[in-house]
């Protein structure tokens, strides 16, 4: 019965997606360059907190060519904003543009930033808030462009690069805050409470990107957005938390964190430009695939979509206690495109968040616990020209003799200040005799 109107529809279907097709093709350009924006603001933001937290004047050159290499950048968002707003479709399209028009305005108070920031008449920290400010818009536009994506599938690989994007976000506020406390010689309880935070976060959001694309694409390989200085860089976070309350000189720690921090950076941005080359060269397969199959006699040889997966969790595998909050997501704030699909992530994003917080407790005990060790090693370093491996060594064995926990001894000996007169062991536990 339905048989003459079955192949219509089908046409008019694909007709109406490559139309949606070459609208949204676009976007990417969009995308790549609020990209490349966000990434100099974030170096202009890093040379900032430089300049801010010196005495002198040694950071300016660093400061200027940042500014610059910003201003480089700031053009490139015109013609691809132009070519969107050409385009406008529905309610979708509006809230694009509203985003849009957010951002820029937030670029347009860059000018009276930056002349505070060169005359030192603005805190670090007021500084760095409203670069975050700026940036955040940025980001916020880029997340609006999946309600133009026709393909679900196009729109989850913009969900996986803006998670990326917001990853790399986290890691330069963590690279500022940190920066801002070694080169002060000290953080504050909260302060470390704020990198914490910061770090959970980035880990959030780079294995959301690493599920959508393990999903759609196969696994990616860790050598594209990892470094090999992750050791160094965790150790460093370490080392942060043995200063808390403290105040010593670390000028040098701070730079050795802004290098370390920045390679960090870097690998985010090369993992953000692989997923931009991807979302351009799906587009442009789907497009060609529709067209192929639009000018073709029949219908029958076309693919069938295969189905959403990485973002789609069935409604019926829901918990009903994700969360004993109050929920303040809305269906009526998602692109109407990608339907149920983001909804569904959202509320797993929810349990993701509730499951953070917990995280987050049991890393401010850990946090404190490092900082006992730390001390308890250092205090053997001090007494008897250990490395810091072999008072990690004897640390271990003085608990296994005692049949105490670890922290427990590196806790007894933090709050010694003197070495003790009957001496622990002359020589640490991997010492010849």
């Known amino acids: 019965m339905f048989s003459e109107i079955i192949d219509p529809i089908r046409r008019t279907a694909l007709r109406t997606e490559i139309e949606g097709l070459k609208a949204a093709i676009p976007l990417h350009d969009l ?13 202009e933001r890093g040379a900032t907190q430089g300049y801010l937290n010196d005495l002198d004047d040694t950071r ?3 400061l200027k060519n940042a500014v610059a290499l910003s201003d480089s950048v700031l053009p490139e968002l015109l013609p691809p904003a132009q070519t969107v707003l050409k385009n406008p479709s529905g309610p979708s399209a509006a809230r694009l543009f509203n985003r849009l028009a957010d951002a820029l305005s937030g670029l347009q108070s860059l000018q009276l930033l930056r002349q505070q920031c060169f005359a030192r008449r603005i805190r670090a920290d007021t500084a760095f808030e409203k670069y975050a400010s700026i940036i955040t818009r940025l980001l916020h536009t880029v997340y609006e462009t999946t309600s133009l994506w026709v393909d679900p599938h196009l729109a989850a690989q913009v969900v996986a690069l803006f998670s990326v994007m917001q990853a790399k976000e986290y890691a330069g506020q963590e690279r500022a805050l940190t920066m801002a406390g070694f080169t002060r010689g000290s953080f504050s309880k909260l302060h470390l409470q704020q990198i914490t935070q910061l770090i959970h976060a980035q880990e959030a959001c780079i294995e959301r990107a690493k599920s959508i694309e393990k999903a759609h694409n196969g696994t990616l390989g860790e050598s ?21 309350g403290q105040n010593s000189s670390g000028e040098s720690l701070g730079e050795a964190w802004f290098q370390i921090s920045t390679a960090r950076i870097e690998s985010l941005l090369n993992y953000q430009k692989s997923l931009e080359n991807q979302l351009k060269e799906k587009a442009q397969a789907r497009l060609a695939q529709a067209t192929i199959a639009l000018n073709s006699e029949s219908l029958d040889a076309m693919p069938a979509t295969p189905p959403l997966v990485g973002l789609y969790l069935p409604v019926a595998q829901h918990p009903q206690n994700w969360s004993t909050e109050p929920s303040t997501i809305s269906d009526t704030n998602l692109p109407p495109e990608l339907g149920q699909t983001l909804m569904d992530w959202a509320y797993e994003q929810q349990r993701s968040l509730r499951e953070t917080r917990e995280a987050l407790a049991q890393a401010e005990i850990a946090a404190q616990e490092i900082k006992i060790l730390e001390r308890g090693k250092t205090r053997l370093m001090q007494w008897y020209g250990w490395t810091e491996d072999q008072a990690h060594r004897e640390l271990r064995r003085m608990a296994m003799n005692r049949g105490r926990k670890l922290i427990e001894i590196a806790g007894v000996l933090s709050e010694l200040t003197d070495k003790p007169a009957e001496p622990i062991n002359d020589k640490p536990a991997d010492s010849p005799d």
């Not at 995308?31 to 170096?43: I, K």
């Not at 470094?227 to 808390?244: F, G, V, Y």
């Open 60 to 62: 300016i050159a660093l």
């Open 224 to 244: 594209e957005f990892e470094t090999s200085d992750m050791a160094l860089l965790e150790r460093m976070r370490r080392l942060a938390h043995t200063l808390e």
């Open 31 to 43: 995308t790549q360059a609020l990209g490349r924006v966000t990434h100099a603001l974030q170096r």
